[in-house]
């Protein structure tokens, strides 16, 4: 009876077992490279780091009004020119690969 159990612990932790096929892999890969991607502002420009591909962006208010939207052919290196009001905050919701990732961004 022990060598049973044994043998099915042995069989239900096993990672050799349930891998995750290479397609799935991919997609892995892909979403953790989205992980430390990050939103930046400075000297009066949105920095787009740590994204790549084609996607868009919408920014708001705090209160949830749209300011501006936009589509983005490429987010590697990307920047975009704004006028945020110093002390405000705001909501960064960018969309890549129907993945949508939101940050909160306070101008200084």
């Given amino acids: ?8 612990f042995i069989l239900l ?11 799935e892999s991919d997609y892995h890969r892909i979403e953790m490279s989205q992980e430390k991607a990050v939103v930046v502002f400075r000297d009066g420009n949105l920095y787009f780091r740590g994204f790549t591909g084609q996607g868009s962006f919408q920014i708001y208010s705090i ?3 749209k300011i501006s939207e936009m589509n983005v052919q490429n987010f590697s290196q990307f920047q975009f020119n704004t006028s945020f009001k110093t002390g405000n905050m705001y909501i960064i919701r960018v969309v890549i690969k129907g993945k949508a990732r939101t940050f909160k961004i306070i101008a200084s």
């Fill in 13 to 23: 932790y096993s990672d050799a077992l349930f891998s995750i096929p290479s397609i």
């Fill in 1 to 8: 009876m022990i060598k049973k159990l044994l043998v099915f």
């Fill in 63 to 65: 209160i949830g009004n």
